[in-house]
């Protein structure tokens, strides 16, 4: 289950360094969403996989409302990550992640990390000073670029990308503050690939976000992700060996998505 609580939240969160292939998307701060909009759920099921068989070790939740903060609209984004209640005496998860999205600019404007990971428990919040260029968090106060995303912020950043502009083996880079520092990232964008998940059978585009070696993953261009070949651009699986088996997330269902589910081909 460990493998489960590193995997189900933002996955393109830890990215590496490379210095092939070109990055087209150098100018982050201009990206405007045509992805998604308020009222948007999305919900998923994480399997464990160890010697060929995949358990349902869990559920992540993402929703989204339109709110106000300090007099701007934002996306009120939260995602959540709970293990089940039968393998919670193994290791039990209960997550939340919160971003605040302007909706006008597509900047992080406030972050909340709210952990519970097998007795571990971690609560960060952060706010980004856009006139300073500063985050202020529990721990002190950090400059951060202009154009900053948190680990939530920078999916919904991601399905925003227009990919019909890319070549197989392009870049899509953008900065990220992440425990009180900020990581220059990418994901690379491999293609369109036709796939068959607990949902259905999706057009899909599907990239690869590079993860830094860690506690459970390996590091390199491990994990996939799979997100509709249309306008929503919903990541519908996510697939990553880890140490000890493989890990995945498939979207089980969804609400109140801003586009037409064109890239389905058949319900399961």
């Known amino acids: 289950m460990k493998g489960f609580k590193l995997f189900c939240l933002p996955l393109i969160a830890s990215l590496a360094f490379t210095t092939e292939a070109r990055t087209p998307y150098e100018d982050v701060c201009s990206i405007r969403n045509t992805a998604f909009s308020a009222g948007e759920k999305v919900f998923y099921t994480a399997y464990y996989n160890v010697a060929g068989v995949y358990i349902n070790a869990g559920n992540v939740t993402f929703t989204n409302t339109l709110e106000s903060l300090n007099g701007k609209p934002v996306y009120h984004i939260a995602g959540e990550a709970n293990t089940n209640s039968s393998y919670d005496w193994i290791f039990k998860v209960r997550d939340r992640y919160e971003t605040y999205i302007d909706t006008a600019t597509m900047q992080a404007l406030k972050f909340v990390r709210n952990v519970n990971e097998g007795g571990y428990k971690k609560y960060q919040n952060v706010t980004f000073n856009k006139n300073a260029n500063t985050a202020v968090t529990n721990t002190g106060v950090f400059k951060v670029p202009v154009c900053v995303q948190d680990v939530v912020s920078a999916m919904f950043y991601a399905r925003n990308v227009d990919f ?105």
Do not use: C, Q
């Not at 992440?178 to 899909?204: A, P, Q, S, W």
């Not at 599907?206 to 261009?221: A, N, Q, T, V």
């Not at 919903?234 to 493989?246: A, H």
């Open 164 to 268: 019909s502009k890319l070549r197989p083996n392009d870049k899509i880079g953008f900065s990220m503050f992440l425990d009180d520092e900020v990581y220059e990232m990418y994901i690379r964008y491999i293609g369109k690939e036709t796939i068959k998940t607990k949902y259905g059978k999706f057009k899909t585009i599907k990239f690869k976000p590079l993860l830094l070696k860690g506690e459970i993953f390996e590091g390199g261009e491990k994990m996939t992700a799979w997100v509709t070949d249309d306008d929503n651009r919903i990541p519908v699986r996510l697939e990553s060996p880890i140490i000890v088996g493989k890990v995945k997330m498939d979207m089980m269902s969804y609400e109140n998505i801003r586009h037409p589910l064109t890239s389905l081909i058949k319900r399961k």
